[in-house]
């Protein structure tokens, strides 16, 4: 696609169930990001996928949370028996991979706002 | 741990003004620095990149200075228009295994008015 698509926009979730966000980067970008925003925390790390290699999971808060990229592309967090403290602003970003200015530059989705209640 | 600071929190100025954004990181070991816009609801747009080997970017009316051994960057916006009116971003990147991650700074909240 022409750009970085996250679904869904928003989300409302009642306290202690599970939620899904789903991600997806722009073609022929091989390294993925998670990010959450909060109003209290500003915009955290939270996982980091460059191709076939291994996740850099070091920004995850707690094992909650979790991520998967099926077939280098889209990406999935998922978010298991969410708390109010997880409210926040979800944004994915993806990137063309290691190596160069270019590169480098992140290009970010417009986010899911998730709201649990 | 790195941190980063922008200073100041919010800024308003009338329109045509020049002004400097403020950025400051602790950890002198970046990979690079880029600065970002972001919009209400929104996500955010990369404005500069600055790779550590560098001492400034120019992208049209912004410049983006980086001294990496001061630990500080500044984003400079000649002639603001009330369309550069959002939260401006800074975020650093070390190399290693942490590569690609970004670090962010709380933003600058810029508000020009016409």
């Known amino acids: 696609g022409a750009g970085v698509s996250q679904s869904p926009s928003n989300k409302v979730t009642e306290k202690g169930k599970d939620v899904e966000l789903r991600c997806d980067p722009i073609s022929g970008h091989t390294a993925l990001y998670w990010y959450r925003q909060s109003l209290g925390q500003g915009l955290e790390f939270l996982i980091y996928f460059q191709g076939n290699s291994a996740p850099d999971k070091s920004g995850l808060p707690s094992d909650r949370f979790s991520a998967e990229r099926t077939g280098g592309s889209v990406s999935t967090l998922t978010i298991q028996r969410t708390q109010q403290e997880d409210s926040a602003v979800y944004l994915c970003?993806?990137?063309?991979?290691?190596?160069?200015?270019?590169?480098?530059?992140?290009?970010f989705g417009a986010g899911t706002r998730l709201s649990v209640l | 741990k790195q941190e980063v600071t922008q200073i100041p929190a919010a800024l308003s100025v009338p329109e045509g003004e020049n002004l400097v954004l403020n950025c400051s990181f602790t950890?002198?070991?970046?990979?690079?620095l880029q600065w970002f816009r972001q919009d209400p609801g929104k996500g955010l747009t990369s404005l500069l990149l600055i790779q550590s080997s560098q001492r400034e970017q120019t992208s049209g009316r912004l410049n983006a200075s980086l001294d990496k051994s001061s630990g500080r960057s500044t984003l400079y916006i000649a002639a603001s228009q009330p369309g550069d009116s959002a939260t401006y971003l800074c975020?650093?990147?070390?190399?290693?295994?942490?590569?690609?991650?970004?670090?962010f700074g709380q933003g600058t909240i810029l508000t020009v008015h016409p």
């Open positions: 970003a993806s990137s063309l991979g290691l190596g160069g200015v270019a590169k480098n530059i992140q290009y």
């Open positions: 975020a650093v990147t070390v190399g290693g295994t942490s590569y690609g991650k970004l670090t």
């Open positions: 950890d002198s070991a970046i990979y690079n």
